[in-house]
């Protein structure tokens, strides 16, 4: 069975940085788009950055939210199934449990736990 595990969350200051990472295990057949959503209490799970490869020319290609842009970088590694977001200059509302999410060649959509990031003073 696939799983999803992101790791890396925590308390920083305003204008602080984190890294998340999300762990991709178990047999599968490959994975098309990877992406990271972020979430606070009563409300909605909104996309924060998503990453695909392009299957012609094996780049990847990337999308933000528009409140984050210029300030958090999404990343993958194929050969470990892993996908990054670099988050700098953070503010106090990017608090929220950030979800890493994966769409499994065949087996479809997965989605993580979540880990809590805190931007506080």
């Known amino acids: 069975q696939v799983r999803l595990v992101e790791s890396g969350g925590g308390l920083v200051q305003p204008g602080g940085s984190l890294t998340l990472s999300c762990a991709a295990s178990?047999?599968?057949?490959?994975?098309?788009?990877m992406s990271w959503h972020r979430q606070t209490p009563g409300k909605q799970r909104n996309l924060v950055a998503w990453?695909?490869?392009?299957?012609?020319?094996?780049?990847?290609?990337?999308t933000y939210a528009d409140d984050v842009k210029g300030r958090f970088t999404i990343s993958r590694d194929n050969s470990k199934g892993m996908v990054y977001l670099q988050m700098n200059s953070l503010k106090p509302e990017d608090t929220a449990v950030y979800y890493c999410?994966?769409?499994?060649?065949?087996?479809?959509?997965?989605w993580g736990q979540g880990t809590q990031v805190t931007v506080s003073s």
């Open positions: 178990g047999r599968n057949f490959g994975i098309n788009s």
């Open positions: 999410n994966a769409d499994f060649v065949i087996l479809g959509e997965r």
């Open positions: 990453i695909n490869r392009e299957r012609t020319h094996y780049e990847d290609t990337t």
